[in-house]
Nanobody
Framework: QVQLVESGGGLVQTGGSLRLSCAASRRTFSNVAMGWFRQAPGKEREFVAAIYWINGITRYGDSVKGRFTISRDNAKNTVYLQMNSLKPEDTAVYYC???????????????????WGQGTQVTVSS
């Protein structure tokens, strides 16, 4: 069992920045995929970014490319999501997810992640 704890959400103005953190209790698999997803009220859960722990390969959703950066700190078992140039449409609950890495690149499909954090609210005011 892997426990994930997110932090760093909050209220920010349009154009501002936030950094989310996701601390994992342990890394059970030799290669772990860590992902960030978000869900706004009345909308489906959306892929944001993902990273392979073993080699740092990343993937990004089209709506955040060039603005968000995912990274990891091996010593702290923590993944970060640096969010810059935030827009009101980025407002959502952001979830951290984890599972065994299977492909060449990390999955963008929520159903392929078994472990989830509790979520952290990000609100971008216009």
């Amino acid at each position: 069992q892997v426990q994930l704890v997110e932090s760093g959400g909050g209220l920010v103005q349009t154009g501002g920045s936030l950094r989310l953190s996701c601390a994992a209790s342990r890394r059970t698999f030799s290669n772990v995929a860590m992902g960030w997803f978000r869900q706004a009220p009345g909308k489906e859960r959306e892929f944001v970014a993902a990273i392979y722990w073993i080699n740092g390969i990343t993937r990004y959703g089209d709506s955040v490319k060039g603005r968000f950066t995912i990274s990891r700190d091996n010593a702290k078992n923590t993944v970060y999501l640096q969010m810059n140039s935030l827009k009101p449409e980025d407002t959502a609950v952001y979830y951290c997810a984890a599972d065994m890495g299977r492909g060449v690149v990390p999955s963008i499909i929520a159903a392929e992640y078994r472990y989830w954090g509790q979520g952290t609210q990000v609100t971008v005011s216009s």
